[in-house]
């Protein structure tokens, strides 16, 4: 059985494992204090263009988005996100365990809008409801969409007029910036949010996220934040290198690269097949419509999961490619929609 | 310079980092619900001699901690807890920070006892102040000693005796239950406490605690309590495999055991140059008292935690050895303790 | 300028005015543990047929909302409101506060259904979501609507199908219980939910919800959880001479019927001027929705507040009754939107 | 039996009584936002000699503390008290349930000092420990002395030199402001600390107490706060007429004087009969040694709090005097330990 079931199924890219078995002996400080950590910060900065940020690598995205909420809010201050977003949904109550509300907006594809973020700003204006502070965005979205640079450029704007922080969820920021509609490049993260995180471990790492906060108030004590919600790993070195093995060329768009052009096949004979899509197939994670009997064929040989059903005879499922998924599978995957 | 400051300044053991390695491209489940997982919980509960225990990997000691506590007391239950605990003093208010009040007690030797205990209870009497709930210790504690058998019975009587939840940190239990002096197994532990773990991250593993939850109703939900703390790793597998490795064979005493003996080297050496210790030398950390002169000496060749000062000529340093500490740089110690 | 902004303008009924006069000088324990409150809760208790309740005077709704839902509920735990609840929009995010998920649900008039509570149980199946476990409903509602005893047993049956606790929120219970079309007594919510709350402070008291726990389980420790959250009164005893007063005979019961039956006055005259209602007017909240033109006239002399705009032309006001209301008053702006 | 167990056992001073009852009628605006509320804001500011102030009426000292605490601590941040102070052990864990730790000090009579400060700030180094930013003391302390303005003003220092919040617990401020030894006046708080409060709970009113913020980026969306911990009043007028009356001429200062008084008389005649005490009298609060036969005599007559042993023969008491302690209760007080 070969899983799409999502891009974290394996462990590390060979050239990561190899970095790591290399350094394996050699004494390293702790808490992300050792000089890799410091190598793979200064790589990322060369890559933002940016020198005055500050760089944690913490072990996983819910981790991250309740660190970054939790840091950067008062207890009466909430964040927005589209009803679908992973912190309004798949994230257990995480948020809310901090202490703060998540607004979650419906919106059409999973992404905010400065026209919705006006709306709900309008709604909450006295104290007995809580205070929008945040805009939370994942790139790409829970539903494979990525956001363009003018629209990232617009929530940047209504943050500015409402001072709201803009905080953005880079899971799978790699998948983002390396499909073929994309027209944002990392840098711009740097001068369009106030923080935001490139993720790893869907990308290739055996685990880490490495999380760039931007705006100058935000950055005093993170440290002690890091540590206070079990965040701050005794061997932090490990990601270290692993962000400095993926920065050091580009191997962190490389892989995210390989994952949208294994998509991109599956895509292409789903919709030649005569299939559509619940969501516009833009990166890594593809949601078809398919025959039920399809999907039960489909599913002697192939593990994903179904989304949900669409009517009597219909269900979305959902495909995942990573930096592992191999042309062969891909391409028996084809054959077996086609048969 | 060779560094005595902690027990995880390294990789992880050869055999890990090779299992690891090997099974790099193989597809598993996330979550800890994948078959290495499996695999190790089953290794893990033959050691304890115990099949109805529930074992959740967890990526780090302060994360098992604050799950642990927050996921089995209620609001206004609080857990006792040496002064010097770790949950006390070195976790950043993480305890804190899910609302529960540590009730650090001064203590001789870092030890909880009967005694101390039920002195709290006595003074916890009504509903203005918090209710004690829950017994921490940590074996080895935080100054390197360990709970005998005996005194482990005893504080399981006085948990009982009160309805108190009895937990124990293992962060460093190798180095506990392979000290030569320690007289309490493993499977002991299934039978004494209500929730403890096995560390790994300090005994050779790249990172990861198992977690073993003994007592039947605190087992309920636990998977939505990691998943909401930001605990639940999506290549779960990773620890799965390393704990795998760690308890398919004798693997996990034996690093343990390794890290002790090497410091039984130093300590006695110390000892034999006339230093006295600011605790008894009994597993992996160790506390001499030492002139300033000779740690200023010290200090070129070597890395370690100078702890605190004990009059103007002589302060306590912290020395700790690792399942890679080799005798060669340990024998290099000794000699510069003794020129 | 006469005020229909709110049930809570003016102070206390005489006959309790004159009862905490009388009582000024009797020394009473504090916190609650005193004869007056004794008494208050005896006479609830009789109200309620049953006499293994456990009955707590807090301060006001928010407050016991927040304390309720805080105390009963397990970390990863949520509650199933209307979207329109208090909870969900009015507390300033005062349950996500102590760490827990509102979970708001579009309705069409504000009152939770057994369909939508079973949707959201399906919906809500594994660990990466919160876990529903409370069902939150308010009686009357926010738009001033009430349930009828059928629907709150069909709720009761999907609680204890789905092992959910079933609270209500009787802020305005009074003007519930008091109006023509309710069916429902006093004592069916000590059947029908595991907890819920008398409203003293909008039905004639200086402050207090008398809160009335049923369920078994629940009991434990709450004061502990009131004196928490600050929630625990020196003078305990000032609520509890209050809820004697309005329990010793029908007190209670007359000031809602006043407060609904000035209601009722406005809302025949307001339908007879031809205007409609944005929702079916049943207790002392009135949802009109008049011409701009109007509502201008009318804020001249009277204090209500503009809920929303409808059109360009038209807006929904809320008028409230309460106990005070007068008659003149009522007649004033009856004529005054007659004219 | 007359009852010298706390300060909070009668209801209000009759002149607050009095204006709660003409008032009675009288339509206001709700949550505080009312002309009595504005007024009482006025009395007190000219009463401070300072116009830049906040001022809020919170229904409790146990709700002002958390209040002030959770507000302005960021999540990693803890608060200095002493380790007798109400904070740290008679609020059953309400700081802790708002996510924060409390450093409680052991002192030698329940006041901190610079150097008790100066201390735990050097030890508190760096991001594994939580981080100091406020001192919290109580004036009366918990022992009912009371600090000079030299200490004060030593703590200020301290304060400012450390970057350290100054929150004074003024629960019972009256009886501190008026007893023989005081040198502080009330404006000086308006000098000294960043926030404090001024107790009317125990000191006339029926409930309030009147908390002064000072420092200027303390004072934004404090409302939002309050509501969100339950502790915003839907008759927040009650508490504004009470402090206008309170604070329209003396009548605060007075109640608080023959509190004292009262408490003079007592002591006076203990330390005559020979009997020392566990802390110096100095306010409303006595703990005099007595012997244990003489303790259960009194008993019959008196109801006190028994705080502690002392030995087999001796225990200390807790004696408490009010506004209402009438000088014959007091004289029958003297007149059984005499005989």
């Not at 290739?204 to 935000?218: N, P, Q, T």
Request: aromatic letters at 10%; hydrophobic letters at 40%; a negative charge.
């Amino acid at each position: 059985m070969y899983s799409f079931l999502n891009d974290y199924s394996e462990g590390a890219h060979p050239r990561i494992l190899k970095a790591l078995y290399q350094l394996n002996q050699e004494q390293n400080m702790g808490y992300g204090k050792d000089v890799h950590s410091d190598r793979a910060r200064a790589y990322i900065k060369k890559e933002l263009k940016k020198e005055d940020v500050d760089i944690h690598f913490i072990s996983g995205g819910t981790q991250a988005n309740l660190l970054v909420i939790s840091s950067f809010l008062r207890p009466h201050e909430c964040v927005i996100s589209a009803d679908t977003g992973h912190i309004n949904v798949h994230e257990a109550g995480a948020i809310e365990a901090t202490g703060h509300k998540v607004l979650g907006l419906p919106t059409k594809d999973g992404k905010l809008t400065p026209q919705l973020i006006s709306k709900v700003l309008r709604y909450h204006k006295d104290e007995h409801m809580v205070k929008p502070k945040m805009v939370y965005i994942s790139n790409t979205t829970e539903l494979g969409n990525i956001y363009t640079k003018a629209e990232l450029m617009a929530l940047r704007e209504v943050c500015n007029e409402n001072d709201l922080l803009f905080f953005l969820d880079g899971a799978r920021l790699g998948a983002a910036l390396t499909c073929d509609e994309n027209d944002v490049e990392m840098w711009d993260l740097a001068n369009l949010t106030d923080v935001f995180y490139i993720g790893g471990t869907k990308n290739g790492a055996l685990l880490g996220e490495a999380l760039v906060i931007i705006k100058e108030d935000l950055k005093k004590d993170f440290s002690y934040l890091i540590k206070q919600r079990g965040a701050m790993m005794a061997k932090g070195f490990l990601m270290g290198i692993q962000f400095e093995e993926l920065f050091r060329d580009d191997l962190y768009y490389k892989l995210a690269k390989h994952s949208n052009d294994m998509a991109s096949i599956l895509a292409k004979t789903i919709r030649d097949r005569g299939y559509s899509f619940y969501a516009r197939p833009e990166t890594n994670q593809l949601f078809p419509i398919l025959p039920n009997s399809l999907i039960d064929k489909l599913s002697e040989e192939f593990l994903f999961m179904i989304d949900k059903e669409v009517d009597e005879e219909h269900s979305v499922i959902r495909l995942v490619t990573s930096w592992a998924t191999s042309a062969d599978s891909v391409e028996k995957f084809c054959k077996a929609i086609s048969d």
